[in-house]
């Protein structure tokens, strides 16, 4: 397994949840990484990037000013700060660096 994602969950909305996305045996931080969402009965769609130093990122509008993508090269590890989390922000959570994926961390928002 390439990449693993944790920390989903259930909250409620107006609260908050860290995703993390572990890699492993590959060069992580060679390469940028994405943080990408599906919906039930959606699209997947891109969430939020970060270049491969960490020293660049990018936001869909729909998440601009509540999330905050960052990575830990040395842990090999990328991140997603999710803050006041609505109920369509409900979906499961894959992060993507080079050309593989994880196998998603499901995020609940509901009261």
């Known amino acids: 397994v390439l990449l693993v994602e944790s920390g989903g969950g259930l909250v409620q909305p107006g609260g908050s949840l860290r995703l993390s996305c572990a890699a492993s045996?590959?060069?992580?931080?060679?390469?940028?990484m994405n943080w990408y969402r599906q919906a039930p009965g959606k699209e997947r769609e891109l969430v939020a990037s970060?270049?491969?130093?960490?020293?660049?990122?990018n936001y869909a509008d729909f998440v601009k000013g509540r999330f905050t993508i960052s990575r830990d090269n040395a842990k090999k590890t990328g991140y997603l700060q999710m803050n006041s989390l609505k109920p369509e922000d409900t979906a499961v959570y894959y992060c993507?660096?080079?050309?593989?994926w994880g196998q998603g961390t499901l995020v609940t928002v509901s009261s």
């Open positions: 993507n660096a080079r050309y593989y």
């Open positions: 045996r590959f060069t992580f931080s060679s390469y940028a």
């Open positions: 970060i270049s491969s130093a960490g020293g660049s990122t």
